[in-house]
């Protein structure tokens, strides 16, 4: 369609040199940030360095979900949010979204009743919007639904049900949406310097078309930062000074073949060695198994695994399966990296970073948003355009995209069940 060629979006960005809302970044986060406030009415363009979801919207664990680690560390709060957004996300986005069984594989009594719980609590917070109730099954049924797990002490399960969805295809889907409902929305166009009035108040930015190499200085009532792990670069253009708030935690996934898990349940393991969860889960008839949680000091377009990670997941699988895991089995591997909220103390474990997002208004009225996840882009993006609104960037305009259907829903409604 005419609506989503590159050349027709470059030729509004020509047209318009002001805007109410300029978003930086084109993962998930800002997608959410750009459908909000183009369906508030406000003029709206996106502006992405490379693909839309290039980095780490596009290398998750594929799962919607409220997080049963969360619910541990006793965040019930963020439990709560996510799986009220869990339930939004299958109504605007069924062609995407589907409903997941998992079995946690219990090797201690106490573990079989400690789960149960939790699970029972888990299904309480998502109320109606839930997924289907938790249940404990015997050991017989673990077997009979898991054909390779280990049984050596086994004592049963606990099955409880959450979100799968295809993490870059909503990505491409929220783009379309944007576009369809009046925003601009551009990749391979990178930011390279933020423009102030007199007053040192951000109010544009310099962009350059990276295909044609063409720059374009571009106004706008309000910017917001929503690039992820370069948070801090963007932070840096406005004040050299800043510290940086990110710590990007890479998590690596590996793919193999559907024979390592044969059914169609997942696999979750809340505590590994480390105390991080493993989840083994089908995906387009193979298995994904993932993830780990590792701090770097840097980061990149192309994260790469390391050694270590993929040892510890290989390791910690063979732990929990009966058809063993050895290198040559794997198919591929990807890496994302998390923008974590950089940790006061160095020695803090990624695993007990929160997973809440942040949103802050720099002196010069750059808006940032950062932290967060997938499952809750959407209430990410809601608070961010709310906060632009609370600090007089822009008209007050309430939130529309709770019920806002995602492009490529209409065709799957009659056809898709869960």
Known sequence: MIL???ETLIKQ???NSNWDVIVIG?????LGVALDSTTRGYKTLLLEQVDFSKGTSSRSTKLLHGGVRYLAQG????VKEALYERGLLLKNASHLVSNQSFIIPNYKWWDNFFYTVGLKIYDVLAGKLSFGKSTRINKKE???RLETI???HLKGGVVYHDGQFDDSRLAINIAQTCIENGATVLN???VNQLLKNNNGIVNGVVAQDTETNISYDLRAKVVIN???VFTDEVLQMDNPQAKNIVRPSQGIHLVLDKSFLPGNDAIMIPKTDDGRVLFLVPWHNKVVVGTTDTLLDSHSLEPKALEEEVDFIISTANKYLNKKVSKEDVLSIFAGLRPLAAPKDKSEKTKEISRSHKIIVSDSQLITITGGKWTTYRRMAQDTVNKAIAIGKLPNVACKTKNIRIHGVMESLNTTSH
């Open 142 to 144: 673990t077997i009979s």
């Open 4 to 6: 989503y060629k590159r």
């Open 75 to 78: 965040n019930i709060d963020l």
């Open 150 to 152: 280990n049984n050596e």
């Open 226 to 228: 929503a690039t992820g």
């Open 13 to 15: 960005l020509k047209e």
């Open 188 to 190: 391979h166009v990178k």
């Open 26 to 30: 084109g993962g998930a986060t800002g």
